[in-house]
């Protein structure tokens, strides 16, 4: 097979696709997403796998698991919080031993670029007491992906890959496999693996517990776990992409420390025994939290010297580069170009697109709102967020998807009003709708805004698993009462009106919604380019209602 050029994620996408792959799932979130948009390209022009965008990440799992009940192979992909939104089908996926392989490909964000914060998905891996692969290239990640497979069903529990933002949207050469077919579809055995009571659940957990000394010999026994022979009494454990940036350093050290790479977990402690017999200062550098460096200290006698984040050699936040590794190696930081020599670049803020929107929404909101002395305005994750800067300073929260509609509604049960919660079409269907399930319960006295732009903006304009003619249905059919649920048109010609609206809506006091449509302008940009490429006469774009 020929080689390729890939991203980490695609690198994860085609691993997938090589081992068998018969269906994935995700929901848009970076750096996870080019996973699902390079196997919706692939299944354009292959016809398969089945690959598929859902309303959320536990969604997207459970579908997954779905594909493994029937022996086939699933991927189900996500970005670092979205394992926190598929933390209660990933744990018990680990006790139902599924027999159709089953991948989860995280993509953890150190640094947050694009992110709320930077959790380490390992110790997800390590919670569910399953195997997780942390690729350190692109190669791997494909390799990495393929031989995941072959773990999950070999084990029958559920196999994480992590990566990273840095790998995720990095390319490099692959070098490819031969495929391998789909399985044939095959219901398990006998099925009350699957039955999570409590009295399958104790016999399944014990039995979880029981393969753990083959998984450790597993991890211990992988070529992906390498111990490399240096002088001295001096070693460095390097974890996944923090490899490149030793290996990238280590030759200006005056002699070669004794590393150990740790690519699959659980970190292999047999070879980590062999390697700290040979010397009494490690490092640690690992992309994310101290993981294997808390590992270490549990493990070995006081009279070693443990480095690394916790202990100040690396920043305790943020992601590794060559540089901070070279200055934890002890080298002086590498001689580059000044920037102190250069003009300085001009500021750049986060900007909605000009005539997002978002923009026109926001000002009739603020104009409601600067009608009472205080008001309380929630909101959440997507492009919108950025109403919070200037010059919009419209919205005040972005704590997790959906958070903003719980959070207005304990503003309004504390007492506060006006309370306003502010959400986008894509985030309302994730998780918003069961925070307005309980608004709609209590009839509490807050007003929903639904920003509906037909998409999911932030991550590239990924389509919403409900088109907008159907977020007025969906909202009634929760109960909220007709009289006070508006459907609007954003456009910057309503504005008076929508603001009078959001007026009356805030003097109510009960529950209300109002969804303010327009499409994205990156949609109408790109529903544009695919008509004048199909040549047909381009149809008027805009609001739907
Ligand atoms: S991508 Fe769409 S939603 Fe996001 S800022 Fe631009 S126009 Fe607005």
């Known amino acids: 097979m020929a080689d390729a050029v890939l ?44 690959a598929a965008w859902a309303s959320n990440e536990k969604t997207a799992f459970e579908e997954a698991l779905g594909v493994c009940f029937v022996g086939r192979r699933a991927l189900v992909s996500m970005k670092h919080v979205g394992l926190n939104v598929a933390a209660d089908p990933f744990m018990n996926a680990a006790l139902v031993a599924p027999h159709g392989g089953l991948v989860v490909a995280v993509a953890d ?6 992110s709320q914060n930077e959790q380490d998905s390992r110790y997800y891996a390590d919670f569910a007491r399953i195997v997780c692969f942390e690729p350190a290239d692109q190669q791997e990640a494909y390799d990495m992906t393929r031989e995941a497979y072959e773990v999950s069903e070999r084990f029958r529990i559920p196999v994480m890959v992590r990566l990273v933002t840095r790998l995720a949207h990095a390319r490099s050469i692959v070098r490819l496999g031969e495929p391998r077919p789909e399985n044939p579809l095959a219901k398990p055995p006998q099925t009350t693996s699957w039955i999570l009571l409590p009295v399958n659940a104790r016999r399944q957990w014990k039995a979880l517990l029981a393969r753990q000394g083959e998984l450790r010999d597993y991890a211990g026994g992988s070529p992906y776990n390498r111990l490399t022979e240096g002088s001295g009494r001096f070693g460095v454990i390097t974890t996944g992409i923090a490899r490149n940036y030793y290996l990238e350093n280590v030759d200006d050290l005056d002699s070669k420390p004794w590393h150990l790479h ?20 490690v490092l640690v550098l690992e992309d994310g939290y101290p993981f294997v460096e808390r590992q270490l200290r549990t493990l070995l006698p006081t009279r070693y ?3 690394g984040r916790e202990t100040g050699e690396v920043s305790i936040d943020g992601e590794l580069t060559p540089d901070t590794v ?13 920037i102190d020599a250069m003009m300085p670049p001009p500021a750049r803020p986060p900007q909605l697109c000009q005539g997002c929107p978002h923009g026109d929404s926001y000002r009739a909101l603020k104009e409601a709102v600067a009608s009472v002395d205080e008001a309380v305005v929630t909101s959440d994750i997507g492009c919108y967020t950025l109403g919070a800067l200037p010059p919009y300073s419209a919205i005040e929260s972005c704590v997790c998807m959906g958070a903003s509609v719980g959070m207005a509604k304990g503003a309004a049960d504390a007492g506060f009003h006006p309370a306003f919660a502010v959400i986008g079409d894509s985030t309302f269907l994730h998780s918003g709708v069961t925070g307005l399930m309980d608004a709609v319960a209590a009839n509490t006295d807050m007003t929903l805004v639904i920003l509906d732009n037909g998409t999911v903006g932030m991550t590239g304009a990924q389509p919403t698993v409900l088109p907008s003619s159907r977020i007025q249905t969906l909202v009634m059919g929760l109960g909220v009462d007709p009289d006070h649920c508006h459907v609007l048109s954003a456009h910057p010609r309503h504005a008076a009106e929508n603001a009078d609206v959001l007026k009356r809506e805030m003097a109510h006091h009960g529950l209300s919604v ?13 529903h544009k380019a695919a008509t004048r490429a199909s ?3 381009p149809v008027a774009q805009g609001a739907t209602s």
């Open 7 to 50: 991203l980490g994620d695609e690198a994860v996408a085609l691993g997938a696709i090589h081992a068998g792959l018969t269906a994935s799932y995700a929901y848009p979130g970076t750096p996870s997403t080019e996973i699902t948009e390079f196997l919706l390209g692939y299944a354009a022009r292959h016809g398969r796998p089945h």
């Open 109 to 114: 964000d150190p640094g947050m670029h694009s």
């Open 262 to 281: 740790v690519g699959v977990y659980p970190a292999p402690t047999p070879l980590i025994r062999r390697f700290t017999e040979q010397v009494d200062r």
């Open 305 to 307: 010297t443990v480095m």
């Open 326 to 338: 070279r200055q934890a190696l002890g080298l002086p930081v590498a001689a580059g170009v000044s």
């Open 514 to 526: 109002v969804v303010l449509v327009r499409e994205c302008l990156e949609v109408v940009r790109e």
């Open 535 to 537: 040549g047909a006469q």
